[in-house]
């Protein structure tokens, strides 16, 4: 048995209004969907990266994966970033890769017939999650439903919300929302924010000393993660914890963060990494540095490969992802509880596109 063929589709979903987070404002998010097929077994992976990613796919890659043995994947994979080495790794390139991999490994664990993360190996029955939104957009009402939908309604006891808006100018109201959010969830919810590299490192080390009295555990991308050096600095200077990495694109990338020591937890994303197979890579460092490693978004796809990570901390359940997801596929896990619990009654991921529910949000 050889994979066949390779399918790519870009999906373009609307917001209803504009979100922001402290540095970018979006109305719609893009999912770029692959399918490989091997015989009558068809694998289904996907990323949130720009349409470009789709030209990757059918330019390229799809050349590298016909043919080959879906059950060697790691060979594949190889092959595949060998082809891409003149267009650079980071960026459109490696969400290609990554939505071909997951496409492949769902592909072999069905041609096993089995599920994902039997084949990964488990080493938890249950992933924990945490909700993600807290858009600086949001009105005070509008916050208050979203994360007592998390917390309430669902019973998910760890929540992220955004700080750091309009590049760290508005400090005040920051801090204003992050006591709002305190108030609505109480004292027993984990609190966790994110800047997206909005602050400079003094801003940041004056904000983290400030959300220490809210009972924040958790600092993202207090600076850019690319400043890694500012990222030790504020790590080393404030008690909440410092996490970075959903920028990775390649092993590397991690081995340099993970060197300067710049954070406490590490970040990946199974649809920007490399996929499945550079995902597990990645926790493998992690562990050799003596940290855990958290995943970034895509909670659908994530799944199964953050069960079979030994030294994982939790799932981020990020709002447009939930609602894209759902519309998106069948087989999508229920969080009620916080957790998310692996189906391993259904072969690969578990995952099927509604293809006549989004054909109307496909762009190519």
């Known amino acids: 048995m050889k994979v066949d ?14 979100e922001a987070d402290g540095t970018l404002t979006w109305d719609s998010t893009t999912m770029v969907v692959v399918g490989v097929s091997a015989g009558d077994r068809r694998g289904l992976g996907y990323t949130y990266g720009a349409a470009a990613c789709a030209a990757v796919v059918s330019d390229t890659l799809r050349d590298v994966v016909v043919g ?24 459109v390139v490696s969400h290609a890769v990554s939505a071909v991999d997951c496409a492949l490994w769902d592909l072999k664990s069905r041609v096993m017939e089995t599920s994902l993360v039997g084949v990964l190996g488990a080493a938890r029955e ?15 009402p509008q916050l208050e439903r979203q994360l007592l939908g998390w917390v309430r309604d669902r019973g998910i006891p760890r929540v992220k919300i955004k700080i750091g808006e309009d590049w760290g100018r508005r400090c005040v109201r920051d801090l204003e929302r992050v006591g709002f959010a305190r108030s609505v969830v109480g004292d027993d919810v984990e609190l966790f924010v994110d800047a997206n590299g909005g602050y400079t490192r003094k801003q940041a080390v004056r904000i983290a000393r400030e959300l220490t009295a809210h009972g924040v555990s958790w600092f993202e991308e207090p600076v850019s993660s690319d400043d890694l050096d500012g990222l030790r600095e504020i790590r080393d ?17 991690f ?17 920007r990494c490399g996929g499945i197979t550079e995902f597990l890579r990645v926790a493998g460092l992690a562990a050799a540095n003596g940290l855990e ?3 970034h978004c895509a909670p659908a796809i994530s799944v199964a490969p953050s069960a079979a990570v030994p030294n994982f901390r939790h799932l ?30 259904q072969p690969g991921a578990g995952l099927e596109l509604k293809t006549d529910d989004i054909e109307r949000f496909r762009r190519r």
């Open 126 to 140: 249950e992933v924990p999650l945490y909700g993600s939104g807290g858009f600086v957009s949001l009105s005070e």
């Open 293 to 295: 490693v958290s995943a």
């Open 68 to 91: 080959t043995d879906p059950m060697d994947v790691a060979g594949t994979w190889g092959a595949m970033v060998r082809a891409i080495r003149n267009f650079g790794r980071p960026g």
């Open 237 to 253: 200077l404030v008690d909440v914890e410092v996490a970075a990495g959903e920028y990775g694109y390649d092993l590397a990338y």
């Open 255 to 271: 081995e340099r963060m993970l060197a300067a020591e710049a954070v406490d937890c590490l970040q990946v994303d199974v649809t």
């Open 316 to 345: 981020e359940f990020f709002a447009d992802h939930e609602r894209i997801e759902q519309m998106a596929f069948d087989g999508v896990l229920d969080p009620k509880g916080g957790m998310f619990r692996p189906d391993r009654s």
């Open 5 to 18: 063929s390779v399918r790519v589709g870009v999906y373009e979903f609307p917001l209803d209004e504009p």
